[in-house]
């Protein structure tokens, strides 16, 4: 049995109080792939003060910070902090920052890798959260009351998906020319809830995000449910595990994975249109996360972060030549950094 006086991936907190908790996953873009980023993992718990604590550089600018594909709780877990005062109806404002390194293939379907640096930022005000992720940035609508240990989330998002338009090392795809920067935006919901297994702070989670393309690039949209599953293990330290699957339209696998009879000719790989004939399961993603508090408390001061997520193509993405050819349908995210909490 874990030890009851922790937040799941950040959250420790007296009967009715908690604490933002930070960890994270700095997951960089431009060639970021395209998996997790519908995909966040929500951790947020209730926790217990009153229990005794257990004892126990990237060839791309910094500009193109973390694919919306990307799992932003792969380093960096959410939080959901509350406030000892008993008249207080809302969750207590916060805010997190997170800087580290990820590296990652070179874009979705890449078999070449670079490292990048990340940044990250989340907060809340007045019960209102809020997050960064690289590119993307989120809102979400429905308020934190303290202390409640089922938690429903609704709002929108707003990314920018930079796959294969940065610096591509494979001559051959290379030869097929860059894409062009997407602006998606969409909504996300979900439900998290506190006190599953192994105590009262641990916490599940489930989410559905769903985005469209509004910029004209690949003119589709892309759809992940996830689910994700946190628990600490001491007041210094936090797991967390997370799951999605991500679902693209025609449009999606036409921009990005068929090759036409021109770029056939000019790369030399053949021409393929399957992944652009119908809606499809283009990706699966299985991904874990830790912290371990530098301070001796998770709900506060600096956090050692890390984490890596492991992703693989499907079906008619995964059979492209872009990827069967000259990349890999296994994709592996690895990320590592320092957060603060204020």
């Known amino acids: ?184 935006m969409g909504l996300f919901a979900g439900v998290t809830h506190t006190g599953v297994i192994t105590s009262e702070y641990d916490q599940i989670g489930f989410r559905m995000s769903a985005s469209k393309d509004i910029s004209g690039r690949h003119g589709s949209w892309t759809a992940s449910p996830t689910i994700d599953y946190g628990t600490p293990l001491s007041k210094r330290a936090y797991l967390g595990v997370s799951a999605s699957v991500n679902f693209y339209g025609k449009g999606f696998g036409r921009y990005y994975y068929d090759i036409d009879t021109d770029g056939s000719a000019a790369s030399g790989l053949p021409v393929y249109d399957a992944a652009g004939r119908k809606a499809t399961t283009g990706k699966y993603t299985l991904g874990i996360a830790g912290a371990y508090a530098l301070s001796g408390d998770l709900r506060k001061g600096f956090t050692l972060i890390g984490g890596a997520q492991y992703g693989r193509l499907l079906s008619r993405f995964a059979r492209s030549p872009i990827v069967a050819d000259v990349g890999s349908a296994d994709q592996w995210l690895f990320g590592g950094g320092l957060a603060y909490q204020f």
């Open 1 to 184: 049995m874990l030890m009851p006086d922790l937040t799941l991936f950040f959250r420790i907190a007296r009967p009715a109080r908690a604490f933002p908790f930070l960890t994270i996953i700095l997951l960089t873009g431009l060639s970021a792939p395209a998996a997790a980023d519908e995909a966040p993992l929500p951790y947020e718990l209730t926790a217990n003060t009153d229990i005794a604590p257990a004892t126990g550089i990237g060839e791309e600018p910094a500009r193109y910070l973390q694919n919306t594909e990307i799992d932003e709780n792969i380093l960096l877990p959410p939080a959901r902090p509350q406030d000892d005062e008993p008249d207080r109806r809302w969750s207590r404002d916060y805010f997190a920052v997170a800087v580290g390194a990820l590296n990652t293939p070179k874009y979705n379907g890449s078999d070449d890798r670079r490292t990048l640096p990340a940044f990250y930022f989340r907060g809340r005000i007045s019960g209102f959260s809020f997050s960064t992720r690289g590119t993307n940035f989120q809102i979400d609508l429905i308020r934190q009351q303290r202390g409640q240990k089922t938690d429903f989330k609704f709002g929108p998002t707003i990314s920018l998906r930079s796959d294969r338009s940065g610096k591509i090392d494979d001559p051959q795809v290379a030869a097929l020319g860059k894409r062009k920067m997407a602006v998606e």
